[in-house]
């Protein structure tokens, strides 16, 4: 038996102090020399820059001064201990090991980049926690055994006394700048509560972002993302009302208006952690990269889910998905027997040692979709901060210089992926048209832009609403056809997937002359991920039955004929399970079956890949043995020869019968049966009687009926 899959080390929550005690029996020797390690660590910090220490200032300089004389205090000792230290001071020096780490701990968070708001806006909580080190440091060195310090010179006394005494004096606090801005962030968050539809002073804002040292796009969504990680602990931990969620989510929407109003372009110099900047991953050579996307948004599955069908999603967007309404597989199209879903813990390790190998840490914030759905109406304040950078964005995509819109459209996009907050703002704030408008654009990364957002805005139900009403869905036909970027091109047919959640709305798609020949030909000729999404699109096109005939007309059968015999010199056999899924839909029809048998060898590849099918690739199965029983409904006597003369396929078919699930079990016995009833029925031949051995070349002696 297998060892389950090691579980993922969790982030320490920020201002935590974690301090390992050393172990009761541990020598003077390692215990000291592990002291002397931190302590010159600590004094080692550059509090002279004003970077690397923004918030309390003064109070970290006075304390990594107190840690300095500690070290001093700590290599005099060593020097004049010319034996080992006595064990009688194992207890002192635990008290200022443990107290060295907390205060390492403590000085690594108030310099890490990207918490400094956070770190503002806890300043007192800190600087009494820097209170209490500095009196843990103080009674550690006064509990040191008089017989140890008495052994030392006189000058490692007089080192102790003055460290004990500058600990225990130490008055650290925030400074006055840091109280300062802590008002005005507090007063900024009551005018976002008070006066939803009214804007701060920006010099006041700018004046908060000054003091954390916030001075470009970049480092708005450096503090962004490490607020939304710090939310995700507490969210993880069950702490979902406590005070600090609220907190955070207000000062999230805080930063987001920040980076949206104040700053005028977006600065790609510094890089962000996380797998949207950061440098692509690469994947190993053993697993393909699209296996690691979700089908439903094409993004990296961070929290990977197994359905009952067996295909494997995001967890975030398949539970969206379901609570939509929608209960079939977005890829197949079964029936979902269930609402459960597994986690799909080989794939999530997968994904996180491609990261990793590549410095890049899974971010938090996806996992158990929490972050997706983590609403920034925990309170009005993050309600009217939202609805203020929306309420920008929108304007500056009307009225806005070519690059305010450049900036406008990444923000939408940026947004609109956030959460379904965020989706519903830009939705309510009439976003849609402008965006539709900037489709048309010869701006690459605008028209990019702007179809990632109109994708992730028809994820909303208001959203297809406010796409399909304002006649958007030939703007967006169009970029299938003619957008300056493959991945425009892609995301607009995954525009058509979520626009054909009906089939009312499937009905008026397929009505646009160019809907479903755009669709084909992206399937013929485009690269992986838009073949694929062509596919999905199109399959759910074809749950009006109306457009079955527009399909074959447009010559899907032959494309996706094309697409199975490529499939596996591509090593892409996924698209060719796809293209079977599509043609048991078209087959439905008696123009699509018939259509499938006029297109040559193809029948004889189906049955092929019906034999070849992994044994796990049970919906691969399933729409193979419903497309050939289509076939025979449709095809009549002739095709059921044909099928019956094939010793592969009835080997098979016998095979799914037996080992299929009950959906395929089932529909394997029944192509069987008719197969085996075509040939009882066939008239013996006018020649003279064959022997008995001959019998069954003809197929008769040799049928075996499946009950």
């Known amino acids: 038996m297998s060892s389950p899959p090691p579980s993922k080390p969790k982030r320490r929550r920020l201002l935590s102090l974690p301090a390992v005690y050393p172990c009761e029996d541990i020598t003077p020797a390692p215990l000291f020399a592990s002291l002397l390690s931190l302590a010159a660590d600590v004094a080692g910090r550059r509090v002279a820059d004003a970077d690397a220490f923004p918030i309390l200032r003064r109070g970290v300089r006075r304390v990594v001064r107190i840690a300095g004389i500690l070290l001093a205090f700590l290599e005099e000792l ?152 710090e ?43 996380s797998p949207a900047t950061a440098p692509a991953a690469k994947c190993p050579d053993w697993i393909r990269p699209d296996a690691l996307q979700c089908p439903i948004t094409l993004d990296i599955m961070t929290d990977p889910v197994t359905v009952s069908t067996g295909q494997t999603y995001d967890r975030a967007s398949i539970t969206r998905w379901m609570k939509a309404g929608c209960r079939t597989c977005p890829v197949t199209g079964e029936r979902l027997l269930t609402g459960d879903v597994v986690p799909n813990a080989a794939l999530r390790g997968i994904v996180e040692r491609m990261l990793l190998s590549n410095g890049v840490t899974l971010p938090d914030s996806t996992r158990h979709g929490a972050a997706a759905n983590a609403n920034a109406s925990a309170s009005a304040a993050a309600c009217g901060a939202a609805r203020l950078a929306v309420a ?170 094309a697409v199975m015999s490529s499939a596996g010199e591509h090593h892409r056999d996924d698209l060719a399970g796809d293209s079977v899924a599509l043609l048991a839909r078209i087959a439905e029809q008696p123009s699509g079956a018939l259509a499938v048998l006029s297109q040559p060898g193809l029948v004889a590849r189906l049955a092929e890949a019906l034999a070849a099918a992994p044994s796990s690739s049970r919906s691969a199965k399933d729409h193979g043995v419903s497309l050939l029983a289509s076939l025979c409904r449709h095809g009549g006597g002739k095709v059921v020869a044909m099928l019956g003369r094939m010793p592969l396929l009835m080997s098979s078919l016998y095979s799914l019968v037996a080992d299929g699930s009950p959906q395929t079990s089932k529909k394997a016995r029944a192509l069987l049966n008719e197969i085996h009833r075509h040939y009882e029925m066939v008239p013996p031949p006018p020649t003279a009687p064959a022997p008995a051995a001959s019998a069954s070349s003809d197929g008769g002696d040799r049928v075996v009926r499946v009950l």
């Not at 440091?137 to 052994?151: G, K, N, R, Y």
């Not at 929407?253 to 700053?263: H, N, Q, T």
């Not at 900036?407 to 048209?433: D, I, Q």
Request: hydrophobic share 45%.
């Open 392 to 561: 920008h964005v929108v304007a500056q995509l009307s009225r806005g210089s070519t690059e305010e819109r450049r900036k406008a459209t990444a923000e939408a996009r940026k947004l609109s992926k956030h959460s379904a907050f965020y989706r519903g703002c830009l939705v309510a704030a009439n976003a849609v048209p402008w965006l539709l408008c900037l489709l048309s654009s010869t701006d690459a990364a605008v028209q990019d832009n702007a179809v990632a957002s109109l994708l992730n805005l028809s994820k909303l139900p208001d959203g297809r609403a406010a796409i399909a009403e304002v006649g958007g869905v030939g703007l967006v036909v169009d970029v299938i056809n003619v957008g300056v970027k493959p991945e425009a091109r892609q995301n607009a047919a995954a525009i058509l997937f979520y626009l054909s959640s009906s089939a009312q709305s499937a009905e008026e798609i397929g009505r646009i002359p160019e809907a479903i020949p755009t669709l084909v030909q992206l399937i013929r000729d485009g690269a992986y991920r838009g073949r694929k999404n062509g596919m999905v699109s199109l399959y759910g096109l074809l749950q009006c039955g109306a457009n079955h005939g527009r399909a074959v007309a447009a010559g899907a059968v032959s494309a996706l004929a």
């Open 231 to 273: 939310l995700q602990n507490r969210l993880d931990a069950g702490d979902e009302n406590s005070s600090d969620v609220v907190v955070i989510n207000t000062l999230i929407a805080f930063m987001v208006y920040c980076r949206v109003v104040l700053f005028d372009h977006i600065d790609a110099n510094k890089s962000q952690s």
């Open 78 to 229: 060593h020097d004049a201990t010319t034996s080992s230290i006595p064990a009688s001071a194992v207890l002192a020096l635990t008290e200022l090991h443990v107290a060295m780490q907390k205060l390492r701990f403590l000085l690594t968070d108030v310099s890490r980049r990207g918490a400094r708001l956070w770190v503002l806006v806890n300043a007192a909580a800190v600087a009494s926690e820097l209170r209490l080190v500095l009196g843990s440091f103080a009674a550690a060195l006064d509990a040191m055994p008089s017989s140890v310090v008495e052994a030392a010179s006189v000058e490692t006394r007089e080192l102790a006394r003055l460290a004990s005494e500058q600990a225990w004096r130490a008055a650290v606090r925030p400074d006055a700048a840091d109280d300062r801005a802590a008002r005005s962030v507090r007063s900024i968050v009551e005018q976002f509560r008070d006066h939803g539809g009214v804007a701060p002073d920006s010099d006041d804002v700018r004046r908060v972002l000054r003091r954390v040292r916030v001075g470009s796009w970049s480092d708005c969504s450096e503090e962004i993302a490490f607020l939304e990680s």
